[in-house]
């Protein structure tokens, strides 16, 4: 027998494409530079000991929502951050990506990884959430971990890339290391994610960062079965996942077929053409280009309404930027941008209200 639970939350009830009172709000990347006291942390901690000390991630985990009326916000941690429980050694460098020191580049790599335990994959994010799911602002955690792609991205370049050449010759040429690298990686996303819902996350989001690298017949062939088995197992937590790429207008077909309840898009695709893609059979979040808010409000206005006239108030809207807010924004923009969404939406939807009772009349 199904349950059916009923959902007052704005952020969850649009992630089940349900109609709400207005469009819900959050940003990646939120928590982050662009904030004075962000920066004011970070003069005292370096971005990996924050990660590490779950009373500091907690505290920068809200400092967006404390700021801003977010409906989510995303709990504050590394996308590489498994990779201590794995074996792996890296570190978070000011300004760069996250650089690993131990290269994966064949099958006795791999097999030198180790697959955690759930409670031994970054306890101190674990330990984060629940100060956040306590705050009495309505806003929601979500927790997040990368999808194998990307980690195995990190893992066999190093480094970020921006052709992931060494990631594909390793991918093409040792197909057995390969999926015995996404085997692993898979296991340790799916325990990381499950143990993120039991610490109290409302909703997660599986960030596939890079793999807009890829060709549409390299992730069918190499990417479906992994990413399929990561949604199917994290299926009974009974929350919703958004799925999320970048530079992924190719991909989007195959990506609603391996999983999530939301695909997070990016700026280079429009919205209501990428939604058309999706069949509208799956929640939207995105997407406007971070880039814009460093320029007049006035164009983030014209862009905002922009997205929120092609989504056609169609339920199952999350306004998001299409990735990170850049260091460089003015946090009085976000207030402004928040608000903007907010009560344009309010007001479509009372108009639509009005006009649906006016046509059964």
Request: proline share 6%; net charge negative; with cysteine.
């Amino acid at each position: 027998m199904v349950v059916k639970v009923r959902v007052k939350n704005r952020f969850l009830r649009t992630c089940k494409r349900q109609q709400t009172d207005c469009t819900p709000v959050w940003f990646m990347r939120q928590a982050g530079q662009y904030l004075p006291e962000y920066r004011e942390l970070r003069e005292k901690c370096g971005s990996l000991e924050l990660c590490k000390n779950s009373e500091l991630a907690a505290e920068v985990t809200l400092m967006p929502p404390r700021r801003f009326p977010l409906n989510a916000t995303i709990v504050f941690a590394d996308l590489t951050i498994p990779f201590e429980a794995m074996g792996a050694k890296f570190e978070l460098r000011e300004g760069v990506e996250p650089v690993t020191e131990d290269t994966v580049h064949s099958l006795g790599d791999v097999e030198g990884l180790r697959v955690p335990e759930a409670e031994e994959i970054a306890p101190q994010t674990l330990q984060a959430i629940k100060p956040v799911k306590g705050e009495r602002n309505g806003t929601l955690p979500i927790g997040f971990a990368s999808a194998p792609f990307t980690l195995a991205s990190y893992l066999v370049e190093g480094k970020g890339a921006r052709d992931f050449t060494a990631t594909k010759q390793f991918m093409f040429s040792e197909p057995k290391a390969w999926h015995a690298l996404m085997e692993k990686l898979t296991t340790a996303v799916i325990r990381f994610l499950k143990a993120q819902v039991e610490a109290e996350a409302n909703a997660l989001q599986v960030f596939d960062s890079w793999v807009g690298c890829l060709s549409p017949e390299d992730y069918r062939e190499f990417f479906p079965p992994h990413m399929k088995r990561l949604f199917d197992e994290t299926e009974n937590l009974r929350i919703p996942h958004i799925h999320l790429g970048t530079s992924m207008a190719t991909l989007l077909t195959v990506m609603k077929e391996v999983g999530g309840e939301v695909i997070g898009l990016d700026w280079r695709i429009p919205l209501d053409v990428a939604w058309q893609t999706l069949n509208f059979e799956v929640a939207a979040q995105g997407n406007l280009d971070p880039a814009t808010l460093l320029g007049p409000f006035e164009l983030v206005r014209q862009r905002t309404l922009d997205i929120l006239e092609r989504a056609g108030r169609r339920p199952g809207q999350i306004f998001n930027l299409g990735h990170g807010i850049l260091p460089q924004t003015d946090p009085d923009t976000i207030a402004r941008l928040v608000d903007l969404v907010h009560s344009v939406s309010e007001i479509d939807k009372i108009k639509l209200a009005q006009a649906n009772e006016v046509a059964h009349r």
